[in-house]
């Protein structure tokens, strides 16, 4: 039953679903998927737009009215009503726990599940049951992909659809993905040490003390060296350089130093599906067989003061303490041939009006591959920017959506 709730300048539904695990077995296992709907108090005859979360394995943000959050909120909801999807697995979502009592190949095969393809299931399942004959999306990072793949299986059901730093590469393989993200990596690294130079001493030191074993997160875990290059991921952000060298400029003795480093370190048990299915998502046709660790660059190998970012290794499920019970189902998905995810002809056939905010440095999708992707959709019409980096959406969404949805109907 929905629940409704009035706020100052909003109002909040509360939506759940029952939806197969899966969807090509709609009399098996059922799984929650929880959506929340939020219109303008005279909006509620608004047409839906659908958010799409980054991730994978990360919920929908929770909306607030004073400040309006997230920061596109308020932009959109002039022109729609908005429905915030915890995608299967995650927020309020029937949730993905340490599944013991399975086997590693039944882990295996229940986490399968919960890739794009399923997520745009669980779509077109909401879609039905709240009797609309179509709506748009809008697809942050990852909800990009999603969006992607929604346009190709099913784009009829879609009226607009907006990408922000989303376009996926149809058709590679992910050793190109992942080659391509080490090398803009390894320019931001370049960059960060020429604006920080007194860090690199720094990070030398602290990979000593932690090759030491003198290290401990906040939760006892000790850090390992190659878990701590992981906060590489902050420089494909905004804010991130300064971020990084705010923490690195503390004393690493102090406990805010350790319980900062802990809070932004990019994996965790409290996501697991971000890691355990995080390169699933650029298999598309393929195996990945753990395309980050094969595609390592000989630089990253010999020089430890180049940080890595968001890249899935086998060693992880050693090192974060929380992973460890995916470990084995983990290995599993990485030998695994993955479905396709994207219809190339199908998307060369696309008659639903798209724009996307393609970032011209982006550190998480590669703008080449892109661009490529962009060409293969009539409909698409895109915003090369150097103003934002992958996050764009987070600092400055109202003006990305305004620019897009002008885009989409042609007014820009």
Do not use: K
């Not at 102090?254 to 599906?273: I, K, Q, T, V």
Request: hydrophobic content about 40%.
């Amino acid at each position: 039953m929905a629940l409704t709730r009035h706020v100052p300048g909003m109002v909040l539904t509360e939506l759940e679903f029952r939806v197969p695990l899966d969807h090509a077995d709609p009399d098996g296992a059922r799984l929650t998927v929880f959506a929340r709907e939020v219109a303008a108090p005279d909006g509620h005859d608004r047409p839906y737009v659908l958010y799409l979360q980054g991730g994978p394995g990360q919920e929908a943000p929770r909306p607030t009215a004073s400040p309006t959050a997230p920061g596109w909120l308020e932009r959109a909801l002039q022109d729609y009503r908005v429905l915030l999807l915890d995608q299967r697995g995650t927020g309020r979502s029937t949730p993905i726990g340490p599944l013991t009592g399975m086997s590693p190949q039944a882990q295996a095969d229940h986490l399968a599940h919960f890739r794009a393809d399923a997520i745009v299931q669980d779509a077109e399942w909401i879609r039905a049951e709240l009797d609309v004959d179509r709506w748009s999306l809008l697809g942050q990072s990852f909800g990009g992909f999603c969006a992607l793949h929604y346009l190709g299986a099913a784009p009829e059901a879609l009226q607009e659809v907006y990408f922000t730093g989303g376009l996926p590469p149809v058709g590679r393989h992910p050793d190109e993905v992942y080659r391509a993200t080490y090398r803009v990596l390894r320019e931001r690294n370049r960059r960060y040490y020429r604006r920080y130079p007194e860090d690199r001493p720094r990070v030398r030191a602290l990979l000593e003390r932690m090759d030491a074993g003198e290290v401990r997160l906040p939760d006892g875990d000790l850090l390992t060296a190659r878990r701590f290059r992981q906060l590489g991921h902050l420089l494909g952000g905004t804010d991130g350089a300064e971020r990084l060298h705010h923490l690195l400029e503390r004393d690493p003795a102090s406990p805010a130093f350790r319980h900062d480093l802990g809070a932004m370190l990019p994996f965790s048990g409290r996501n697991p599906l971000y890691a355990v299915i995080h390169e699933s998502g650029y298999a598309d046709g393929h195996a990945t067989r753990w395309s980050a660790q094969r595609t390592l660059p000989d630089d990253f190998v010999e020089d430890p003061t180049l940080l890595t970012g968001e890249h899935v290794y086998p060693w992880m499920f050693e090192d974060y303490r929380e992973l460890a019970p995916f470990r084995e189902a983990a290995d599993l998905l990485a030998e695994r041939t993955w479905p396709t995810l994207y219809d190339a002809d199908r998307l060369r056939a696309c008659r639903v009006p798209c724009a996307a905010a393609v970032y011209a440095h982006d550190a998480y999708v590669d703008r080449a591959f892109s661009e490529e992707t962009a060409a293969l959709v009539p409909t698409l019409r895109t915003w090369l920017t150097s103003e934002y980096e992958h996050d764009g959406l987070r600092t400055d969404g109202a003006r990305i959506l305004d620019r897009l949805i002008a885009l989409a109907r042609g007014h820009a």
